[in-house]
């Protein structure tokens, strides 16, 4: 509707007013439906006790500021025209129409002379009007009950929320996640510049580590589902790990420590494979060289390492005791032939032992990632639950080891009935007693007493006999992990007719350690920590656990 230059008056009024009636309808909508945005945000309250929901508080004032900006919104926009401001001020103020009266004359462009007064009527009417006299007008019973759902939600915010904790572990989960989504990055940037390893291999790895980083990245705090990945990643993982490849190892670490010796140096305690066979080839090419003599005994030498490597790396000694049958048939070409095989078979175990190490290093990081995302933000278990939990995890670990101790009791047992050996024991079914015997290659038979003379307290405490403050104490000592040849400790066993194992007395210089089952504390102490230092650089102990261990052996040191 147009008003010319004569209404200018009536029309400024009546602007003014529709502005007071568009504020006088905000707060009557607003005491009309306020209860309706808090009892929202009171269900909202409700849900966040039920199921976790992060930044409630938020989420409880989304329905009100939604509520708000709505009716703002409403208010200040919705059509008004002047029309309606007039008919409305008219029936508020008890005009009598004054106002839109004006308005329909001047629309039907009425200038007789009664319609002249009337409209002059109304300007002069309006321009005494001011919006304060429009009433401000609101419910109440509406907005008492927006104050009762007010207080429902403030008593929910002040009572203790059981979601809060689910929400700090989640927290603490996701935080977790990110910090194993680094190690993985770490790791698999390792496993790209380890040139050991082969494409197929390395490319194998790192898929693996991709797709366990895509799934933990996807995880929004869940960790039940991030220990199932977890989980899921390592079993992969398990199935590429070869269970021989330990003895592996040990084997060719062994026979790598015999050609130092052959070749007139000092063992070392970490040989190098890669060097191994380079002495391989290297006394395959000094055979022409060698006397009739000096060939007999190098043949009986491959014979015994043959002997040795016979379980752990069976290629290997198939081609050395093949090198030594050459040689006792004075066949020096056939038997250079066998030694670079043997010695190709060593550089081929090597690529595949760097491999399972890459494997158990990853699997190492998934084992610690576990670790960490299993415990984050368990704050639901109580310290004495923990204690217990933890008494219940060592208990289940001291009867895996006491299990592994009896099968191998067993068979040390299973191994005497083959023959006589060097050194006769019986392994019981509780893994008390070490199971001596010949037939049997393992290094570790079990824990257990023995029954030798000496005085021995099995009363003691840990304390006692464990913190290495005698001089004199004995300990059982089953294995020496740095045991040098010609030191004999087990007679190699060979299988017969019937499944058993035969054992035949002999003077070959096998690796073993020609003590008693009872040696001094200090004697043994420092192999089993070279031991331990070893398996820590090789990544075979998880990274958490690593001071534990340097902490365990460094309180095992005898007192000064």
């Given at each position: 509707m147009r008003l010319n230059h004569s209404d200018t008056s009536l029309t400024t009024s009546l602007r003014t007013l529709g502005r007071r009636l568009r504020l006088a309808d905000l707060l009557l909508w607003a005491s009309r439906t306020l209860w309706v945005a808090v009892g929202l945000s009171m269900l909202v309250a409700l849900a966040g006790r039920l199921m976790p929901i992060a930044h409630l508080g938020l989420w409880v004032a989304l329905p009100c500021l939604v509520w708000a900006l709505g009716l703002l919104g409403f208010a200040l926009l919705r059509p008004l025209s002047p029309?309606?401001?007039?008919?409305?001020?008219?029936?508020?103020?008890?005009?009598?129409?004054?106002?839109?009266?004006?308005?329909?004359?001047?629309?039907?462009?009425?200038?007789?002379?009664?319609?002249?007064?009337?409209?002059?009527?109304?300007?002069?009417?309006?321009?005494?009007?001011?919006?304060?006299?429009?009433?401000?007008?609101?419910?109440?019973?509406?907005?008492?009950?927006?104050?009762?759902?007010?207080?429902?939600?403030?008593?929910?915010?002040?009572?203790?929320?059981?979601?809060?904790?689910?929400l700090a572990e989640q927290q603490a989960v996701r935080e977790a996640l990110a910090q194993t989504d680094q190690q993985l990055g770490e790791l698999a940037q390792e496993i790209s510049q380890d040139t050991q390893l082969s494409d197929e291999d390395r490319e194998q790895l790192l898929r693996e580590i991709e797709a366990l980083q895509e799934q933990l990245r996807a995880n929004r705090g869940d960790r039940q589902e991030a220990l199932a990945d977890i989980a899921a990643a390592e079993a992969r993982l398990r199935q590429r790990l070869d269970p021989n490849d330990d003895a592996r190892r040990a084997a060719l670490e062994q026979m790598a420590r015999n050609l130092e010796s052959l070749s007139g140096q000092q063992p070392s305690q970490r040989p190098s494979l890669e060097e191994a066979a380079n002495q391989l080839n290297e006394l395959a090419r000094q055979l022409e060289q060698m006397s009739p003599e000096e060939r007999q005994q190098l043949a009986e030498q491959l014979s015994q390492q043959a002997n040795q490597l016979a379980s752990g790396d069976p290629e290997t000694a198939r081609n050395l005791q093949n090198a030594a049958n050459a040689l006792q048939q004075d066949d020096a070409q056939a038997a250079a032939q066998q030694l670079q095989q043997a010695a190709d078979s060593v550089q081929n175990a090597q690529s595949q032992m760097s491999n399972q190490q890459s494997t158990q290093q990853s699997l190492s990081e998934l084992q610690n990632a576990r670790e960490q995302v299993a415990q984050a933000g368990d704050q639901?278990?109580?310290?004495?639950?923990?204690?217990?939990?933890?008494?219940?995890?060592?208990?289940?670990?001291?009867?895996?080891?006491?299990?592994?101790?009896?099968?191998?009791?067993?068979?040390?047992?299973?191994?005497?009935?083959?023959?006589?050996?060097?050194?006769?024991?019986?392994?019981?079914?509780?893994?008390?007693?070490?199971?001596?015997?010949?037939?049997?290659?393992?290094?570790?038979?079990?824990?257990?007493?023995?029954?030798?003379?000496?005085?021995?307290?099995?009363?003691?405490?840990?304390?006692?006999?464990?913190?290495?403050?005698?001089?004199?104490?004995?300990?059982?000592?089953?294995?020496?992990?740095?045991?040098?040849?010609?030191?004999?400790?087990?007679?190699?066993?060979?299988?017969?007719?019937?499944?058993?194992?035969?054992?035949?007395?002999?003077?070959?210089d096998l690796p073993g350690v020609a003590n008693e089952a009872l040696v001094p504390y200090q004697q043994v102490l420092p192999n089993y920590s070279q031991s331990a230092s070893e398996a820590i650089d090789r990544g075979n102990i998880p990274s958490h656990r690593r001071d534990l261990v340097r902490d365990y052996f460094a309180r095992l040191q005898p007192s000064p």
């Amino acid at each position: 509707m147009r008003l010319n230059h004569s209404d200018t008056s009536l029309t400024t009024s009546l602007r003014t007013l529709g502005r007071r009636l568009r504020l006088a309808d905000l707060l009557l909508w607003a005491s009309r439906t306020l209860w309706v945005a808090v009892g929202l945000s009171m269900l909202v309250a409700l849900a966040g006790r039920l199921m976790p929901i992060a930044h409630l508080g938020l989420w409880v004032a989304l329905p009100c500021l939604v509520w708000a900006l709505g009716l703002l919104g409403f208010a200040l926009l919705r059509p008004l025209s002047p029309l309606q401001i007039a008919q409305r001020v008219d029936q508020q103020l008890a005009l009598r129409e004054r106002l839109a009266t004006a308005l329909e004359l001047h629309e039907r462009q009425a200038h007789d002379p009664l319609s002249e007064q009337q409209q002059a009527d109304a300007r002069a009417i309006a321009a005494k009007l001011k919006p304060a006299e429009l009433p401000l007008r609101y419910e109440r019973p509406p907005l008492f009950a927006a104050a009762a759902l007010l207080l429902v939600i403030a008593a929910l915010f002040v009572l203790p929320n059981p979601q809060n904790i689910r929400l700090a572990e989640q927290q603490a989960v996701r935080e977790a996640l990110a910090q194993t989504d680094q190690q993985l990055g770490e790791l698999a940037q390792e496993i790209s510049q380890d040139t050991q390893l082969s494409d197929e291999d390395r490319e194998q790895l790192l898929r693996e580590i991709e797709a366990l980083q895509e799934q933990l990245r996807a995880n929004r705090g869940d960790r039940q589902e991030a220990l199932a990945d977890i989980a899921a990643a390592e079993a992969r993982l398990r199935q590429r790990l070869d269970p021989n490849d330990d003895a592996r190892r040990a084997a060719l670490e062994q026979m790598a420590r015999n050609l130092e010796s052959l070749s007139g140096q000092q063992p070392s305690q970490r040989p190098s494979l890669e060097e191994a066979a380079n002495q391989l080839n290297e006394l395959a090419r000094q055979l022409e060289q060698m006397s009739p003599e000096e060939r007999q005994q190098l043949a009986e030498q491959l014979s015994q390492q043959a002997n040795q490597l016979a379980s752990g790396d069976p290629e290997t000694a198939r081609n050395l005791q093949n090198a030594a049958n050459a040689l006792q048939q004075d066949d020096a070409q056939a038997a250079a032939q066998q030694l670079q095989q043997a010695a190709d078979s060593v550089q081929n175990a090597q690529s595949q032992m760097s491999n399972q190490q890459s494997t158990q290093q990853s699997l190492s990081e998934l084992q610690n990632a576990r670790e960490q995302v299993a415990q984050a933000g368990d704050q639901q278990q109580q310290p004495g639950q923990a204690q217990q939990a933890a008494q219940q995890g060592q208990q289940g670990q001291q009867g895996q080891q006491g299990q592994q101790a009896s099968q191998a009791g067993q068979q040390g047992q299973d191994g005497q009935q083959g023959g006589q050996a060097g050194q006769e024991g019986q392994g019981q079914s509780q893994g008390q007693q070490p199971g001596g015997g010949g037939g049997s290659n393992a290094p570790h038979l079990g824990e257990g007493q023995s029954e030798s003379n000496a005085q021995v307290n099995p009363h003691g405490s840990a304390n006692q006999q464990g913190s290495g403050s005698g001089n004199d104490e004995l300990i059982y000592q089953p294995f020496n992990p740095n045991a040098q040849p010609g030191d004999p400790d087990f007679i190699q066993g060979q299988h017969g007719q019937g499944g058993t194992t035969q054992s035949q007395q002999g003077q070959q210089d096998l690796p073993g350690v020609a003590n008693e089952a009872l040696v001094p504390y200090q004697q043994v102490l420092p192999n089993y920590s070279q031991s331990a230092s070893e398996a820590i650089d090789r990544g075979n102990i998880p990274s958490h656990r690593r001071d534990l261990v340097r902490d365990y052996f460094a309180r095992l040191q005898p007192s000064p």
